[in-house]
């Protein structure tokens, strides 16, 4: 009895000092399509000592603003042309680490069924962040909707239209809320994150989309003191395998694209 009760004050010993040593590793994403595919790469880490703690957002800045007061180790919902724009505006250093996947931006409406019944002076809604902003008119541009002064700036504003022959009306407003406002508009250029939270098929219900050739890889983003922290680069190393690309190929069908 009493050789039992040592092995089980040994085995608990042990057990508890693995736990010890395990490393936390707390990654902010927005829901869908980030935080599913962090789900699947977490009971891998698990076994390689690495604790994923993911913390869920609905917006685009407290992610970024979180990580770089060290409340997150990591995050992963946004490109590089927005992760640019915001340590600009906000004066942060944080750091590109890893591209993941592609989230074909698309344009979408509760009024019309193909982009040539746009009618003059509709209401066209874009998201009011520089980067995502921009990317919306320059796809407008593609559709033949407007002409920009310069196609090929990405931080592109509605000021920069110098022609626009069905004098659209842009309205900006925060990307997590344009799924929402679709009744109010007449056109609405989304993110494919929350336009599949507002239960939308890109492939199926966009009017035009992005072609997998989009330079707006989602990527994995840290601060610059923990890019090469063993924890992250288990979680670079995780998100790059057959397993993570057949999971995004096959839950999104082209809604999401990998990037590797």
Do not use: C, W
Not at 186 to 196: E, G, K, W
Request: charged share 25%.
């Amino acid at each position: 009895m009493r050789l039992n009760f040592v092995r089980s004050v040994l085995l608990a010993s042990v057990f508890l000092a693995g736990a010890a040593h395990a490393e936390k590793l707390v990654v902010g994403a927005t829901q869908v399509p980030h935080a599913e595919i962090l789900e699947v790469v977490k009971p891998g880490l698990a076994k390689e000592g690495v604790e994923l703690d993911i913390k869920v957002f609905s917006d685009y800045v407290q992610p970024n603003l979180q990580l770089a007061d060290k409340q997150l180790d990591a995050n992963f919902f946004q490109h590089k042309p927005y992760l640019d724009s915001f340590n600009k505006d906000r004066k942060t250093g944080l750091v590109p680490v890893v591209a993941v996947h592609v989230e074909p931006f698309g344009g979408y409406s509760r009024k019309i069924k193909n982009i040539s019944e746009l009618k003059q002076g509709a209401t066209v809604g874009i998201p009011n962040d520089p980067s995502n902003g921009g990317r919306a008119l320059i796809l407008l541009q593609k559709q033949g909707l407007i002409k920009l002064k310069d196609p090929s700036n990405i931080l592109s504003t509605a000021a920069d239209v110098v022609e626009n022959p069905k004098k659209l009306k842009f309205r900006e407003l925060e990307a997590a809320m344009l799924p929402r406002s679709l009744d109010d508009l007449d056109l609405a250029l989304i993110n494919t994150n929350y336009a599949l939270e507002a239960g939308l098929v890109p492939t199926k219900d966009a009017l035009f989309i992005e072609g997998s050739d989009s330079p707006y890889a989602n990527i994995v983003v840290t601060r610059a003191d923990n890019r090469n922290d063993p924890g992250v680069q288990k979680l670079v190393k995780a998100l790059h395998t057959p397993e993570v690309k057949k999971f995004i190929q096959e839950k999104y069908k082209g809604a999401v694209v990998p990037a590797f």
